[in-house]
């Protein structure tokens, strides 16, 4: 199973973005589909997450309203719109997927894509 993700880049404050993520391989059932992301001198925090019936959960009033997270369940496809951004939210994105392969489910990773957000 690969996560590939894409939609990273360099914007403007205030500008939008969004970052898309694909499952692809051995894939029975994807369960839980979520955003990571990793800022400059911090930890590794979640942003956001979304079940297979479309249930969100969404970090912390910093990011809901600004991020909305989606799912296209018949292309294991995770996104997260990006809108209103500041200098803040840059860092490295993480998608991450619960994928079951009809006997059991493990947690895959994407690689990571940048957002950097400056003027």
């Known amino acids: 199973v690969q996560l590939v993700e894409s939609g990273g880049g360099l914007v403007q404050p205030g500008g939008s973005l969004r970052l898309s993520c694909a499952a692809s391989?051995?894939?029975?059932?994807?369960?839980?589909m979520g955003w990571y992301r990793h800022r400059p001198g911090k930890q590794r925090e979640v942003v956001a997450s979304i079940a297979s019936g479309g249930d969100t959960r969404y970090a912390d009033s910093s990011v809901k309203g600004r991020f909305t997270i989606s799912r296209d369940n018949a292309k294991n496809t995770v996104y997260l719109q990006i809108n209103n951004l500041k200098s803040e939210d840059t860092a490295v994105y993480y998608c991450y997927a619960d994928i079951g392969d009809g006997s059991a489910t493990y947690q895959y990773w994407g690689q990571g894509t940048q957002v950097t957000v400056s003027s």
């Open positions: 391989g051995s894939i029975f059932s994807i369960y839980v």
